[in-house]
Protein backbone atom coordinates (compact mmCIF):
# COMPACT_ATOMS: atom_id res chain seq x y z
CA UNK A 1 0.00 0.00 0.00
CA UNK A 2 1.66 3.37 -1.17
CA UNK A 3 -1.61 5.19 0.06
CA UNK A 4 -1.23 9.03 1.24
CA UNK A 5 -4.05 10.96 1.32
CA UNK A 6 -4.64 14.66 2.14
CA UNK A 7 -7.66 16.93 3.31
CA UNK A 8 -9.35 18.94 2.16
CA UNK A 9 -9.18 18.20 -1.68
CA UNK A 10 -10.21 21.56 -2.61
CA UNK A 11 -9.69 25.19 -0.58
CA UNK A 12 -10.78 28.54 -1.20
CA UNK A 13 -9.61 31.16 1.57
CA UNK A 14 -9.45 35.07 1.46
CA UNK A 15 -6.29 37.01 1.83
CA UNK A 16 -7.11 37.51 5.83
CA UNK A 17 -7.72 33.95 6.46
CA UNK A 18 -6.08 31.38 8.57
CA UNK A 19 -6.26 27.77 7.32
CA UNK A 20 -4.67 24.67 7.82
CA UNK A 21 -4.05 21.59 5.10
CA UNK A 22 -3.52 17.76 6.26
CA UNK A 23 -1.45 14.80 5.14
CA UNK A 24 -1.42 11.27 6.48
CA UNK A 25 0.45 8.12 5.54
CA UNK A 26 0.59 4.52 7.30
CA UNK A 27 3.74 3.25 5.20
CA UNK A 28 5.90 3.87 8.27
CA UNK A 29 7.25 5.96 6.22
CA UNK A 30 9.85 8.70 8.11
CA UNK A 31 9.98 11.30 5.72
CA UNK A 32 7.58 13.29 4.90
CA UNK A 33 7.62 16.14 2.19
CA UNK A 34 5.32 19.64 0.97
CA UNK A 35 5.60 20.87 -2.48
CA UNK A 36 3.97 23.17 -4.71
CA UNK A 37 2.95 23.12 -8.16
CA UNK A 38 2.03 25.40 -10.48
CA UNK A 39 -0.25 24.98 -13.94
CA UNK A 40 2.19 23.40 -16.32
CA UNK A 41 5.52 23.78 -14.28
CA UNK A 42 7.09 20.52 -11.82
CA UNK A 43 6.36 20.16 -7.84
CA UNK A 44 8.85 22.89 -6.40
CA UNK A 45 9.88 21.50 -2.85
CA UNK A 46 9.28 23.54 -0.02
CA UNK A 47 9.74 21.72 3.17
CA UNK A 48 11.11 18.38 4.24
CA UNK A 49 10.67 16.75 7.45
CA UNK A 50 13.09 14.12 8.62
CA UNK A 51 12.63 12.12 11.59
CA UNK A 52 9.79 14.43 12.22
CA UNK A 53 12.23 17.36 12.06
CA UNK A 54 12.57 19.74 10.04
CA UNK A 55 15.39 19.22 7.65
CA UNK A 56 14.94 21.52 5.05
CA UNK A 57 13.30 24.89 4.26
CA UNK A 58 13.74 25.52 0.90
CA UNK A 59 13.27 29.63 1.70
CA UNK A 60 9.82 29.36 1.94
CA UNK A 61 8.21 32.64 3.15
CA UNK A 62 6.66 32.36 6.99
CA UNK A 63 2.96 32.60 6.28
CA UNK A 64 3.48 29.20 4.68
CA UNK A 65 4.34 27.38 8.45
CA UNK A 66 4.82 23.24 8.31
CA UNK A 67 4.12 20.79 11.56
CA UNK A 68 4.84 17.01 12.04
CA UNK A 69 2.94 15.92 15.09
CA UNK A 70 3.83 12.58 14.44
CA UNK A 71 5.56 10.34 12.12
CA UNK A 72 2.09 9.66 10.17
CA UNK A 73 0.80 13.17 10.07
CA UNK A 74 2.02 16.03 8.15
CA UNK A 75 0.51 20.18 8.40
CA UNK A 76 0.54 23.15 6.75
CA UNK A 77 -0.76 26.02 8.53
CA UNK A 78 -1.47 28.87 5.92
CA UNK A 79 -2.19 32.51 7.06
CA UNK A 80 -2.37 35.87 5.26
CA UNK A 81 -1.20 34.15 1.87
CA UNK A 82 -1.62 36.44 -1.48
CA UNK A 83 -3.27 35.39 -5.16
CA UNK A 84 -0.17 33.84 -6.07
CA UNK A 85 0.07 31.32 -3.91
CA UNK A 86 -2.97 29.61 -5.22
CA UNK A 87 -1.63 26.89 -6.75
CA UNK A 88 -1.66 22.67 -5.66
CA UNK A 89 0.25 21.44 -2.69
CA UNK A 90 1.05 18.34 -2.53
CA UNK A 91 2.25 15.80 0.00
CA UNK A 92 4.61 13.42 -0.18
CA UNK A 93 6.76 10.55 1.73
CA UNK A 94 9.65 8.08 1.59
CA UNK A 95 11.20 5.62 3.89
CA UNK A 96 13.74 7.96 4.42
CA UNK A 97 15.70 10.97 2.55
CA UNK A 98 18.24 9.46 1.78
CA UNK A 99 17.22 8.63 -2.61
CA UNK A 100 14.11 6.81 -1.29
CA UNK A 101 11.19 6.83 -3.40
CA UNK A 102 8.87 9.06 -3.15
CA UNK A 103 5.06 8.93 -3.19
CA UNK A 104 2.70 11.33 -3.77
CA UNK A 105 -0.87 12.47 -2.42
CA UNK A 106 -3.63 13.60 -4.42
CA UNK A 107 -2.86 17.34 -3.57
CA UNK A 108 -4.99 20.38 -2.34
CA UNK A 109 -6.24 22.69 -4.69
CA UNK A 110 -5.86 25.91 -3.11
CA UNK A 111 -6.92 29.25 -4.46
CA UNK A 112 -6.86 32.72 -2.73
CA UNK A 113 -8.86 35.30 -3.13
CA UNK B 1 23.03 24.99 -10.73
CA UNK B 2 21.48 21.22 -10.90
CA UNK B 3 19.57 20.48 -13.57
CA UNK B 4 17.40 17.83 -15.79
CA UNK B 5 15.90 18.26 -19.14
CA UNK B 6 13.29 17.49 -21.24
CA UNK B 7 11.61 17.41 -24.20
CA UNK B 8 8.37 19.23 -23.60
CA UNK B 9 6.71 17.54 -26.42
CA UNK B 10 4.43 17.20 -27.00
CA UNK B 11 4.93 13.32 -28.38
CA UNK B 12 2.69 12.19 -30.25
CA UNK B 13 2.57 8.47 -31.43
CA UNK B 14 -0.56 5.85 -32.63
CA UNK B 15 -2.08 3.01 -30.15
CA UNK B 16 0.27 0.35 -29.87
CA UNK B 17 3.76 1.38 -31.06
CA UNK B 18 6.83 2.20 -28.62
CA UNK B 19 6.54 5.96 -26.80
CA UNK B 20 10.28 7.02 -25.84
CA UNK B 21 11.00 9.69 -23.57
CA UNK B 22 14.68 10.76 -22.44
CA UNK B 23 16.19 12.95 -19.92
CA UNK B 24 19.43 14.38 -19.05
CA UNK B 25 21.34 15.34 -15.97
CA UNK B 26 23.59 17.79 -14.63
CA UNK B 27 24.62 16.36 -11.12
CA UNK B 28 27.39 13.72 -11.69
CA UNK B 29 26.28 12.84 -7.65
CA UNK B 30 22.95 11.70 -8.60
CA UNK B 31 22.42 8.15 -7.76
CA UNK B 32 18.57 7.88 -7.59
CA UNK B 33 16.25 8.13 -10.91
CA UNK B 34 12.69 8.42 -10.74
CA UNK B 35 9.61 8.92 -13.70
CA UNK B 36 6.43 10.04 -12.56
CA UNK B 37 3.52 10.31 -14.97
CA UNK B 38 0.85 13.09 -14.22
CA UNK B 39 -2.80 13.32 -15.59
CA UNK B 40 -4.00 16.88 -16.21
CA UNK B 41 -5.56 18.19 -12.51
CA UNK B 42 -4.27 15.27 -10.80
CA UNK B 43 -1.07 14.07 -8.62
CA UNK B 44 2.02 12.88 -10.28
CA UNK B 45 2.21 9.15 -9.55
CA UNK B 46 5.49 7.54 -9.31
CA UNK B 47 5.92 5.19 -12.35
CA UNK B 48 9.20 3.78 -12.16
CA UNK B 49 12.90 4.03 -10.19
CA UNK B 50 16.03 2.96 -11.40
CA UNK B 51 19.44 3.32 -9.42
CA UNK B 52 21.21 1.27 -11.28
CA UNK B 53 23.10 1.49 -14.74
CA UNK B 54 21.00 -0.71 -17.61
CA UNK B 55 17.64 -1.46 -18.11
CA UNK B 56 14.20 -2.26 -15.65
CA UNK B 57 11.64 -3.42 -16.76
CA UNK B 58 7.86 -3.57 -15.15
CA UNK B 59 5.14 -4.42 -17.48
CA UNK B 60 5.13 -2.40 -20.90
CA UNK B 61 7.29 0.32 -19.13
CA UNK B 62 11.35 -0.02 -19.31
CA UNK B 63 13.69 2.56 -17.27
CA UNK B 64 17.01 2.55 -18.97
CA UNK B 65 19.49 4.44 -17.34
CA UNK B 66 23.51 5.41 -18.35
CA UNK B 67 25.38 7.45 -15.52
CA UNK B 68 28.38 7.94 -17.90
CA UNK B 69 26.20 9.98 -20.34
CA UNK B 70 24.28 11.31 -17.61
CA UNK B 71 21.32 10.25 -19.18
CA UNK B 72 17.57 8.27 -18.65
CA UNK B 73 15.32 7.34 -20.05
CA UNK B 74 11.45 5.64 -20.37
CA UNK B 75 9.89 3.17 -22.96
CA UNK B 76 6.20 2.52 -22.96
CA UNK B 77 5.70 -0.48 -25.21
CA UNK B 78 2.19 -1.23 -26.73
CA UNK B 79 1.29 2.49 -25.93
CA UNK B 80 -2.54 3.13 -25.07
CA UNK B 81 -5.19 6.35 -25.12
CA UNK B 82 -4.58 5.90 -21.38
CA UNK B 83 -1.22 6.87 -21.59
CA UNK B 84 -1.90 10.09 -22.79
CA UNK B 85 0.20 12.65 -19.98
CA UNK B 86 2.77 14.13 -18.62
CA UNK B 87 5.74 12.36 -17.62
CA UNK B 88 8.25 13.76 -15.44
CA UNK B 89 11.71 12.85 -14.72
CA UNK B 90 12.95 13.10 -11.33
CA UNK B 91 16.88 13.12 -10.07
CA UNK B 92 17.68 12.58 -6.50
CA UNK B 93 19.85 15.62 -6.03
CA UNK B 94 23.30 14.25 -4.78
CA UNK B 95 23.74 16.45 -2.34
CA UNK B 96 20.81 17.10 -0.48
CA UNK B 97 18.37 15.44 1.90
CA UNK B 98 15.34 14.55 0.16
CA UNK B 99 15.54 17.30 -2.64
CA UNK B 100 14.08 15.92 -6.11
CA UNK B 101 15.06 17.83 -9.15
CA UNK B 102 12.18 17.86 -11.91
CA UNK B 103 12.27 18.06 -15.40
CA UNK B 104 9.46 20.62 -17.03
CA UNK B 105 7.73 17.40 -18.17
CA UNK B 106 7.02 15.46 -21.44
CA UNK B 107 3.02 15.77 -22.80
CA UNK B 108 2.58 12.33 -24.53
CA UNK B 109 -0.53 11.78 -26.50
CA UNK B 110 -1.60 8.49 -27.98
CA UNK B 111 -3.45 8.42 -30.69
CA UNK B 112 -6.02 5.66 -31.11
Not at chain 1, 70 to 78: F, G
Request: proline share 6%; glycine share 8%.
Amino acid sequence: DTEVTQTPKHLVMGMTNKKSLKCEQHMGHRAMYWYKQKAKKPPELMFVYSYEKLSINESVPSRFSPECPNSSLLNLHLHALQPEDSALYLCASSQGVWGNEQYFGPGTRLTVT
Amino acid sequence: QKEVEQNSGPLSVPEGAIASLNCTYSDRGSQSFFWYRQYSGKSPELIMFIYSNGDKEDGRFTAQLNKASQYVSLLIRDSQPSDSATYLCAVKDGGSQGNLIFGKGTKLSVKP
